[in-house]
């Protein structure tokens, strides 16, 4: 009887240790300072398999993500800068949470329940990824962090009513959750005490070779499940047309390698972004659960990226404005198609487009958008 006990006790502390070894973990530190003294916080939450992410607080960004290859070689798969100042100096969307509204909003104007409203206009008469000073360029309040069998930091942020040109008081929150599979799981949740308009998403570019590869990321196999895209006019603002990406060089249904039509020419659409630059509309619309909007894979490395969202459209983005004056994460020069970015959202203008839906949020009606990043290997 007492060997048996014995027994069972070292199982018991066995079990225990391994769920202790298999358990994701958190840890939160300093990464500097803004200008204004303002400090900025990083917190890594690091999981069993290998898989890390590092959250910053200015912009509650995904400053990195490390995904191991298929020979174990670990490297951090998103474009971005070393440290604080080069966020704040040479500024672009590297994995921030963007909003208020993600994406672009014609001549920065909506009308909501009969009133015009004006928002900040920073992509020439566009409002881009909310307005001049959107949630990218503020630093979150930090309301929890979490180590566990999933491993979390949350994040909170008030924008007043007015800022920049939206309506009503916004109360934000988001939640980056990584497990022990390698899928990190970002939550976008907020409220209004008004009727406003939402479209919260991460806005990571995205490398699966590994950030500032030589060969960058035009030889990426891309898969999206969308049957139709959502073509732009020449300030990159949706026509309203849904078109068929069938016999076109927008059709990934069945993967296609990214750079095999970045620079055909011969599509006008092609000509008007630069390359790719557009919302898919996803085959399964709003779902309650997220479903794959997208699978990104490094023939080379093995790495493999899956984007999975609640919302109905994936903006696809080939890195068409790198231009080699970005000098990012370990020295490297940023140039065109280093970087993909995978953006699930609402429709870009949908607020002026009401056949593409509603970005409506108004008090007791709050948004919600889950969004996960899942990492893996293709053997």
Request: net charge positive; charged share 20%; no cysteine.
């Amino acid at each position: 009887m007492k060997k048996a006990l014995l027994v069972g006790s070292t199982a018991m502390a066995m079990l225990i240790g391994a769920q202790a070894a298999g358990a994701a973990t958190a840890k939160r530190s300093s990464f500097g300072k803004l200008p204004d003294g303002t400090a900025v916080e990083m917190v890594t939450l690091t999981g069993s398999n290998g898989v890390s992410a590092r959250i910053m607080t200015l912009g509650a960004t995904l400053q990195a993500l490390n995904a191991p290859d298929r020979n174990g070689k670990v490297a951090d798969v998103t474009l971005g800068y070393d440290d604080v100042a080069s966020y704040v100096t040479a500024p672009n969307y590297w994995g921030q949470t963007i909003g208020r509204y993600a994406n672009r909003i014609a001549g920065g104007k909506f009308t909501l329940d009969g009133k015009a409203y004006q928002l900040t206009q920073n992509d020439k008469a566009n409002s881009l990824h909310g307005g001049t000073v959107g949630f990218d360029k503020r630093v979150w309040r930090i309301v929890s962090v979490k180590d566990g069998p999933t491993a979390s930091v949350t994040m909170a942020l008030n924008s007043p009513n007015g800022d920049q040109g939206y309506p009503g008081a916004l109360d934000v929150i988001v939640t980056y959750a990584l497990d022990d599979k390698g899928a990190l799981t970002i939550d976008f949740d907020a409220k209004s005490d008004a009727p406003t308009i939402v479209n919260l998403t991460n806005h990571v570019l995205f490398d699966m070779g590994g950030e500032g590869s030589t060969v960058g990321t035009m030889n990426h196999k891309l898969t999206i499940p969308a049957s139709r895209y959502t073509p732009v006019n020449d300030a990159l603002i949706p026509t309203g047309e849904r078109r068929a990406v069938a016999g076109t060089v927008f059709d990934f249904t069945r993967g296609r390698i990214v750079g095999q039509d970045v620079r055909d020419g011969r599509d006008a659409q092609i000509v008007a972004g630069r390359g790719y630059d557009h919302n898919f509309v996803l085959d399964a619309g709003i779902t309650k659960e997220p479903k794959l909007a997208a699978r990104l894979e490094d023939p080379a490395s093995g790495r493999v990226l899956e984007v999975l969202t609640t919302e109905p459209g994936v903006q696809f983005y080939s890195g068409n404005f790198l231009d080699g004056t970005l000098i990012g994460k370990k020295g490297h020069v940023y140039r065109m198609g280093d970087g993909i970015a995978l953006e699930p959202q609402k429709f870009p203008d949908t607020p002026n487009q009401p056949a593409f839906g509603s970005a409506r949020v108004e008090p007791g009606k709050p948004y919600h958008h889950r969004m996960v990043y899942r990492v893996s290997v293709a053997r």
